[in-house]
């Protein structure tokens, strides 16, 4: 074990979704599908946990910066299109996904070593939840960060419920959930999201003087501060996340996320007033067709749902 911890410099680690680099005390992951704004998707997960593994053990590696590729974003959370062709078809699966969500976060905060967000471009939604799970922040001046959860059909229990009021405190913090606005880069400055704010072309050069900075201190203070830092964070994360996991796995067999994420795919307005009037007139605003209470004569089947005029199974038409 003790050669495993060691040899961590000539680990050769093969990635598909994620680019890791590790020179001159620093490793630099960065989530490289700009194709999709760097939404991480369920293969990704895993690679930034693996990569953020070997940063921890790495004893060459004093600082971890985690950025995206290109300059359009640092991250948008999940992707929305893996969650409405997969989650919302097998809710349980999500449950699961959430376990390699949290190891992800939980990476950054056990890392032992501190991290810097590099904030290219937007971060939203699960991406201002990365940045903040990181000890510290420099933000482009053209991004922005927003969260979107209830404006998709999800809640945004993956750090920024518990982080937010943290950072910014609670009346911002529920602006920022309630309202899904976007945080241009110096309001961010402002209320206290990231640490500076720098025009692009000087987003290296501050994140270099950072982590100059941070080399330049002793590792295992380093690395005690930080666990203490993060007993506000660890308390609200640990109390809240498993119940979050298994709210939201459930919550994916509903109208909600079925509707909001399909709307986003297909770039159209989603249903708002729908699932309000539904709820309004006495309706079902959870199923997207009812609830499962009517039955087949003809054939027997069971649990069809209230809308349905004609039995799936066999057919016929159903006497409701």
Known sequence: MTT??????NVDLKFNEIIYQKKDWVATVTINRPG????????ALGELTEALQDASWDDSVAVVVITGAGDKAFCTGGDVKEYAETY????????????????????????GKPSIARINGIAVGGGNEVQMACDLAVMADHAYIQQVGVKVGS??????????????GD?????????????????????????????????????????????????????????????????????????????????????????????????????????????????????PWGPYCLDCESCGAKGIPEGMAFCGVCGRKLKI
């Open 171 to 287: 009346r911002r913090a529920r602006e920022m959930l309630f309202l899904c606005e976007k945080i241009p880069a110096q309001k961010a400055l402002e209320w206290g999201l990231v640490n500076a704010v720098v025009p692009s072309s000087e987003l290296d050069a501050k994140v270099r003087e950072f982590c100059g900075k941070l080399i330049e201190k002793f590792p295992e203070c380093t690395r005690y501060t930080k666990e203490q830092v993060n007993f506000w964070k660890n308390l609200s994360w640990y109390q809240t996340v498993g119940h979050a996991a298994d709210w939201l796995s459930l919550h994916y067999t509903c109208l909600e996320p079925h509707e909001g994420m399909k709307a986003f795919v297909e770039k159209r307005p989603a249903g708002y007033l729908r699932v309000r009037e539904l709820a309004r007139d006495g309706k079902s605003s959870e199923f």
């Open 155 to 168: 809640v945004a229990c993956g750090g920024a419920t518990q982080w937010l009021p943290i950072h910014v």
């Open 88 to 111: 919302t078809q097998k809710p349980r699966d999500y449950w699961k996904y959430m376990g390699l969500f949290r190891r992800f976060i939980e990476s950054i905060l056990n890392l």
């Open 36 to 43: 999709a704004y760097n939404a991480y998707s369920t293969a």
């Open 4 to 9: 495993k911890f060691r040899d961590r410099q």
